[in-house]
């Protein structure tokens, strides 16, 4: 007959399961502390990265202000224009500033383009061509394409005088407001090295159709067209002009880009396709 005296008692199988439970009990809760701390953990990184997130668009945006009031380049106007009075020369001025505050009151209804300081040259002068144009507009790179060269011809042989307002009209669709940059490169060269600036617009226009540059590739473009304006492009020096030729050219509802001005009247490529002719005309009748 077998023997029952290796059985655990009643008692000592009361007691292991007491013991099992325990040892149950406490890995669940180690359990639960992990898991709190997983949570806990989890929600602090998550509260990180928002605060990171709101850190970096706080820095980006204040990287990204421009200041309302600013230097012009040389050869600018208090209208927000570059004026070239050769294919190598600007307009004899410096020292004035702009300030976006005093840019005027954008129309609440629709008006005819009244482009500010439009106005023809006296009878026997060069005649004056205001041409406002976005680096990151198509139409505009088609214009400079079919235009550029033409443009320096007549500056070259004193037959006008062309003033480019360079707007930030596409800033709003760019992520990184090539506009406004590319605008402020312009000005840059203007400032600094003005017989660079027709071949260097005509190098950024040419640029369009492979998309937006960084301002590192801004300054090669300008170092390759002769103009040492890295410094300039980089610091944004002109970008308080160039909100302020933008903001002026709003409140004088200039409606789109290309826009060109003849002598004060607005050219309409549709009424006179040939621009040249109509150009020549002006000059013919100045004289």
């Given at each position: 007959m077998a023997s029952n005296s290796q059985r655990p008692s009643k008692a000592e199988r009361t007691s292991s399961a007491r013991e099992q439970a325990q040892a149950m009990r406490v890995a669940k809760e180690a359990a639960d502390k992990r898991k709190s701390l997983f949570i806990k953990l989890g929600v602090l990184v998550a509260v990180l990265a928002v605060i990171a997130l709101i850190v970096g668009i706080v820095l980006q945006n204040n990287a990204g202000k421009v200041a309302d009031s600013g230097a012009v380049p040389k050869g600018g106007n208090a209208s927000g224009g570059i004026t070239l009075t050769s294919d190598t020369t600007v307009a004899e001025t410096s020292g004035l500033t702009v300030d976006v505050t005093k840019a005027g009151t954008r129309p609440t209804a629709a008006k005819p383009d009244a482009p500010r300081e439009a106005a023809a040259a006296p009878k026997g002068e060069p005649i004056n061509m205001l041409i406002y144009v976005d680096v990151n507009c198509v139409h505009c790179a088609d214009f400079e394409t079919q235009y550029a060269d033409q443009i320096g011809n007549w500056l070259?042989?004193?037959?006008v005088q062309v003033?480019?307002?360079?707007?930030?009209?596409?800033?709003?669709g760019s992520p990184t407001n090539f506009s406004s940059r590319g605008a402020n490169a312009l000005a840059c060269v203007a400032d600094q090295?003005?017989?660079?600036?027709l071949p260097f617009a005509k190098a950024v226009f040419a640029h369009y159709p492979q998309g937006e540059m960084k301002n590192a590739e801004l300054a090669q473009l300008a170092e390759d067209n002769g103009a040492d304006v890295a410094d300039c492009i980089n610091d944004g020096t002109f970008r308080s002009f160039v909100k302020f030729t933008d903001e002026a050219a709003r409140v004088d509802a200039i409606a789109g880009t290309p826009s060109v001005f003849i002598q004060g009247k607005k050219w309409d490529p549709n009424a006179e396709p040939d621009l040249v002719a109509t150009v020549n005309a002006a000059i013919a009748a100045n004289k």
């Open positions: 070259a042989a004193g037959d003033e480019y307002r360079n707007v930030a009209f596409l800033d709003a090295a003005p017989a660079s600036y």
